[in-house]
């Protein structure tokens, strides 16, 4: 099972622009993209901070007929529970590890997930070893701050496997974790 990570980043490593939250910063192209791509998974996985900037948008989607499972992780799911919709929109506790057993007795067959962030989220996933890859779509822009792309101090180390231009000014690269060298 491949879990993979999405992200958009400004030149230094931010997936806010400063203090606004959401990714209103990312190019047209990736917002053609994004939305085709992350379709196609079976399994969604995102923080709190990052579901409440898409509420409305993920709301209607979880409505709607297609098949794909949402979980938004939170220390306090219990103040989400009258927007939980069944088998497509789960608030949880559950760490990691928890909420990808679980996938794997769902009984899809060879499911595709995909995390979603924030960095919180990034980082929990990253530190559990958890993460096969990382697509990160490189915007042409540089922010000096705002919530980087992972909250915490890591070792990781990735390989790049394939980089293509989304639009003219900006790159879509993926990589694949090698936990084997992390700690070396
Ligand atoms: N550019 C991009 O690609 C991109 C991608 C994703 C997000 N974003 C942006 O990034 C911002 C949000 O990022 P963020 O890092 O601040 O927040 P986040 O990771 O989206 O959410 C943080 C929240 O997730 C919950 N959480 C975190 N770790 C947890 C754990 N181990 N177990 C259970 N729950 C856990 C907590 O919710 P509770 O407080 O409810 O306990 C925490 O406050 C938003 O502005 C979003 O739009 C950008």
Redesign the pocket.
């Known amino acids: 099972m491949k879990l993979i990570a ?4 400004s030149l230094d490593g931010f ?2 622009r400063g203090d ?4 209103a ?2 190019s047209a192209a990736d917002k053609s993209w994004f939305p085709k791509t992350v379709e196609a998974f079976d399994f969604k996985i ?9 509420k409305d948008y993920i709301l209607g989607l979880v409505h709607n007929e297609a098949n794909d499972k949402r979980f ?5 799911p219990e ?1 989400s529970k009258d927007l939980e919709v069944p088998n497509r929109l789960e608030f ?5 590890a928890q909420i990808v057993a679980g996938i794997k007795k769902s009984g899809v067959v060879d499911p595709k997930v995909a995390i ?7 980082s ?1 996933f990253l530190d559990a070893g958890l993460i096969s890859e990382f697509w990160i ?1 490189l915007e042409p822009l540089m922010f000096g701050y705002g ?1 980087p792309l992972l ?1 915490r101090e890591t070792q990781a180390k990735l390989r790049l496997i394939e980089s293509s231009n989304l639009g003219a000014d900006t790159l879509l690269l993926k990589y694949l974790c090698d936990y084997s060298q992390t700690n070396s």
Do not use: C, Y
């Not at 999405?6 to 980043?9: C, Q, R």
């Open positions: 999405i992200a958009a980043t997936i806010t606004e939250p959401g990714t910063f990312t995102m923080g709190r901070k990052t579901f409440e900037v898409s938004v992780m939170t220390r306090s103040n949880t506790k559950q760490p990691p979603l962030g924030g960095s919180n989220i990034f929990a779509t919530t909250n």
